[in-house]
DNA sequence: ACCTGAACACCGTTCAAGT
DNA sequence: ACCTGAACACCGTTCAAGT
C-alpha cells in the first residue's frame, strides 16, 4: 500500500529510460503477463497468483492485463504452455524411439517437480501444452511401429499415466519444497494410511510408501508401459529377431 | 431471496414432525453435508458448490456447517471419498487378479463419469479415497503373484494411469453432459489440434482423436498395463507353463 | 489502441451472540 | 454443544473514463 507511490516513481523511470533503450520498454504484452504469472506461481503458492498482484509486478490496472489475456483460466493454460514447450524444446533428437519416450516422459516429470502448479493444471480443461506432449510422444511411437488406433491407444495410457503420476506427485511437492520436506511428507501420509485402516497389508503399503523413490518409481512404470507397448505390438507384428 | 421467508417457514414445518419422527430429523451431521454436497457437485456446476448454496439447501448458517467440517478441501475429500467408498465396495470379489484389476479400474472410470468433479478432486492432496484405491489395487496385485517394490511401482503406475485418464476424460466431460455433446467437443477439440499445429502428422492425430471411445480407449491402456507386468513378471519368475 | 482504477458481484471463513 | 447470520478480508471481472 505504502509503496504504491514508490512503484509508480519506478515506473517513470522505465519510461525515461525506455526512450533509449526500446528492448527494456516496460509496454505490456501477453508474453510479459505470462511471465510474470509463472514468477508468481514459481516463487510464492499458486493461491497468490491473483489480478490484484499480477497488477502491483506490473505496474498496471486490472483492464490492462484482461486486454491482453481473456481470464484467468486462460492465463493458466498459457503459463502451462510456455513452461512444457521450452521444456520439450530441449529434448536432444534421440534416434532410438524407446530412449526417446523415456526422455520426454523424464522431462514432463521434471518441470512438474520443478513448477508443482504444472502438474495440476494439466489435467484440466482443453490445454495447448497437452497438444505438444502428444506430438512428441506419437512420433516416436510411430517410429516404433505403432501406427492408427493401436498409437492412439498407446499414446493415450503413456500420456495419461505421465499426466497422472505427475498430478499425484504435484500434489505432494507443493507442500513439501525440498526433499528432506518430502521425506517427512510420505512418512506423515504412511502413518495416516496405518492410523486410518489397521491392516497387515496397509501397514506393507505404507511401508513402500515411506520407502519409495519417486523419480525411480516414475520411470519403472514408464518401462512397464514400453514392456506391455512391445509385448503387444510384437504380438501382432513379429519382429525380425 | 424472496424465498428466505418461505424457507424458514419448511424448516418450522420439519422441526414440528421431527418430534414425532426422530428419524426425518433435520439435525445437521457431517454426512448430511457431505450428502448435500454431492447433490449439488451432481446436479449442477462444480462452481455452484458454494457455503451460501449449501446453507441455503440445509437452511442453516455458514457456522453450523464449519462445525462439522474443517473447510471446503475437507468437505469435497469427503465427498469424494463417499463416492469412491461406495464404488469399491459394489465390486464383485473375483477370484482371478487380471479381471479383478479390470473391474477396479472400470469402476472408477464409470464413478468419474457419472461424478466428473471427482475426477479433478482425486489428483489432489491427500485424499483417503486414494488409501482405498491403493488398497484394492495391491491386493490384487499380491494375488497375482507381484510383491514388494515390484508391487509399488505396479500399482502405483496403474493408478497413476487410472487417475490421470480420469482427470482427462473428467475435463472434457464436464462441459458435455451427453454422448452427442461429447462428440461434439472432440471434433472441435480434433479441430482446434489441425489449426494449431497445421502438420500432417497432427491431422492423423487429430483423425484418431475424433473417432477414438473413451471407455473402449481406456480399457486398452489397462491391458497394456496388464501386459507389461505380467511380462516383466514373467521375466523375472518363469511361469509354471 | 491501450490503459486506469473504482465498482460490482461474488467468495471462504470467522466470531460474537444466541439456544 | 450446536447453531445463527452479520461481518471481514478477500476474489475475478467489468466498464466508464482517460491518453
Known amino acids: 500500500m505504502m509503496l504504491e507511490r514508490h512503484s509508480i516513481s519506478v515506473k517513470m523511470v522505465l519510461m525515461a529510460t525506455s526512450n533509449r533503450n526500446p528492448r527494456r520498454s516496460d509496454a505490456l504484452s501477453r508474453d510479459r503477463i ?3 504469472a509463472i514468477e508468481i506461481l514459481d516463487t510464492e503458492d499458486e493461491s497468490d497468483l491473483t489480478f490484484r498482484a ?6 498496471t490496472g486490472a483492464g490492462a492485463i484482461y486486454h491482453h489475456v481473456a481470464n484467468k483460466n486462460e492465463l493458466l493454460a498459457a503459463a502451462t504452455d510456455e513452461v512444457i514447450g521450452r521444456v520439450l524444446a530441449e529434448i536432444a533428437v534421440d534416434t532410438e524411439p524407446r530412449r526417446a519416450i523415456r526422455a520426454i516422459s523424464l522431462s514432463i516429470f521434471d518441470a512438474i517437480d520443478a513448477h508443482p502448479w504444472v502438474g495440476a493444471q494439466l489435467s484440466h480443461d482443453p490445454q495447448p501444452a497437452v497438444l505438444r506432449i502428444w506430438k512428441a510422444v506419437g512420433l516416436q511411437l510411430r517410429d516404433l511401429g505403432v501406427t492408427g488406433s493401436a498409437q492412439s491407444d498407446a499414446g493415450s495410457a503413456l500420456i495419461s499415466y505421465v499426466l497422472g503420476s505427475a498430478a499425484q506427485y504435484a500434489a505432494g511437492a507443493r507442500r513439501s519444497p525440498n526433499d528432506t520436506d518430502r521425506k517427512a511428507y510420505l512418512k506423515a501420509l504412511a502413518a495416516q494410511w496405518t492410523q486410518r485402516d489397521p491392516d497387515p497389508f496397509v501397514d506393507e503399503m505404507a511401508t513402500q510408501l515411506r ?4 523419480r525411480e ?3 519403472a512404470g514408464v518401462e ?3 514392456t506391455g507397448i512391445t509385448a503387444q505390438t510384437s504380438w501382432l507384428v513379429p519382429r525380425s529377431q
Open 211 to 214: 520407502e519409495h523413490n519417486d
Open 217 to 219: 518409481q516414475f520411470l
Open 34 to 36: 505470462v511471465e510474470a
Open 54 to 59: 499480477l497488477t502491483t509486478r506490473l505496474s
Open 224 to 226: 512397464i508401459f514400453l
